[in-house]
């Protein structure tokens, strides 16, 4: 604090630096609140997600089993083979925040029929339709996870900062505020003294 000239340039410098700080500190803590809240938000999405696709992935395979127990473990895997889905993956881009979070869009294209509709039980098309939705709802989860990875590491990064000006920048610029404004009181009051003096013995040499 010595080496600060005890000026008013210095003072109101001081001042303006404070009060960017100050609003910076706000503006970084309201960013903290909104990506916590988006980061609650994406957890609760997440959770859905998981548990529709792991309900989904137990129904399959029950009826996998089932269909194999009807038609036999060879037929169900010319079946497989047989199949001819094509996907088609659209990711585009969008902004919360600052931060960058992908939108995938999973499209399928199926080129039916993958099989005899005479060489078949009902259980072969319902494991398809489940497969299927299975994929799409794992390319949502998927989105969801980035989303997490990717906000939680922005919101980690905007603590450390507001963490930085809590207890760094602000309490320095108070202090040097503080300083500051205490020695320019003082060498006032010295300058006041100084000329009351001068004053006085001017008015008694008179």
Do not use: C, W
């Not at 994406?42 to 992935?57: C, F, G, M, P, S």
């Not at 003096?197 to 008694?204: F, L, P």
Request: aromatic content about 6%; glycine content about 2%; overall charge positive.
């Amino acid at each position: 604090m010595k080496n600060i000239p005890a000026t008013k340039t210095n003072l109101l410098r001081t001042k303006k630096m404070l009060t960017l700080t100050e609003q910076g500190y706000d503006l970084l803590d309201e960013k903290r609140r909104m990506l916590l809240l988006q980061l609650n938000l994406i957890i609760y999405d997440a959770e859905r997600l998981h548990k529709q696709v792991n309900d989904k992935l137990e129904k399959a395979y029950k009826k996998a089993e089932e269909a194999i127990v009807l038609n036999g473990k060879e037929k169900i895997e010319r079946i497989a083979i047989s199949v001819d889905v094509k996907y088609r993956i659209e990711i585009k881009d969008t902004t919360i925040m600052g931060v960058h979070l992908p939108l995938i869009n999973l499209q399928t294209e199926e080129n039916l029929p993958y099989f005899s509709p005479f060489d078949n039980s009902i259980y072969t098309d319902e494991i398809m339709k489940e497969f299927i939705e299975i994929i799409k709802l794992v390319s949502q989860l998927a989105e969801k996870k980035i989303a997490l990875l990717r906000i939680s590491r922005e919101l980690q990064k905007t603590i450390k900062k507001i963490n930085a000006l809590e207890k760094i920048f602000l309490p320095l610029y108070k202090k040097q505020l503080k300083y500051i404004s205490e020695r320019i009181e003082e060498e006032e009051r010295e300058v006041f003294s100084t000329l009351k003096i001068i004053k006085e013995q001017k008015n008694k040499g008179e």
